[in-house]
């Protein structure tokens, strides 16, 4: 095997502890008391009853938009199609045209859980064959001239990619009610469940009622 494996990973870049995530939770209650010119009222605790009175129970997510996270995100090339279907979200993804894998650094794939732990070994070996296959042909087309944006067609969707996103709060709930479910692809759920429960931790009550593995139905009945 000449190509690297490598684990996928989703981690909040910008909120580094529940602190930071209340201090967003304190700019959304400031945002929310604008429209009834309430500022005044707000204190150091008063979110614990804003967040829930006027967002949760009250059902008004558009003041959540005023606060925003950044998540880097490592996954296969699979999974990022599925996560850009999120308009919604900004994104900065590592380019498949202008990094030279054979320069810049090896090129590294995800193989999905379900084939590295599938019963019959024999599964793991026609994975790796594959792999194998493609990153050789790869390196044989930038040998003899091929500019790196013709060569990555032969790149499979296990090739691993970073890709950055940044949304506001309500947006990534609609994420994680939509991506942690029961019918979610396994490796999507393989991220974005890890990255749902540092959410909770990082950012109180906001994310409470999602649970992993929810049916979707169930979830599309829930505020968002």
Wanted: net charge neutral.
């Amino acid at each position: 095997m000449s190509f690297d494996m490598i684990q996928p990973y989703a981690l909040l870049m910008d909120v580094p502890n529940r602190d930071a995530g209340v201090q967003l939770l304190k700019k959304i209650e400031w945002c929310g008391r604008i429209s009834h010119r309430s500022e005044e009222a707000q204190t150091e605790d008063s979110w614990l009853r804003f967040i829930p009175a006027v967002v949760i129970n009250h059902g008004d997510y558009s003041i959540v938009e005023h606060a925003s996270a950044t998540v880097d995100m490592l996954t296969d090339r699979g999974i990022t199609h599925e996560l850009v279907r999120h308009r919604l979200f900004g994104f900065t993804q590592e380019s498949t045209r202008f990094v030279n894998y054979a320069k810049k650094m090896p090129p590294s794939f995800i193989i999905p859980e379900e084939i590295a732990k599938h019963d019959n070994p024999l599964a793991l070996q026609i994975w790796y064959d594959a792999i194998n296959m493609c990153e050789d042909t790869y390196r044989r087309l930038l040998s003899i001239g091929i500019s790196p944006q013709l060569a990555r067609s032969v790149f499979p969707n296990a090739l691993s990619s970073r890709i950055i996103v940044t949304g506001n709060l309500r947006n990534w709930r609609h994420f994680f009610l939509m991506r942690t479910t029961k019918e979610t692809h396994p490796q999507m759920r393989q991220v974005a469940i890890p990255l749902l429960e540092e959410f909770k931790s990082k950012i109180p009550i906001l994310y409470d009622d999602i649970e992993p593995l929810a049916k979707q139905n169930e979830n599309l009945k829930k505020a968002r």
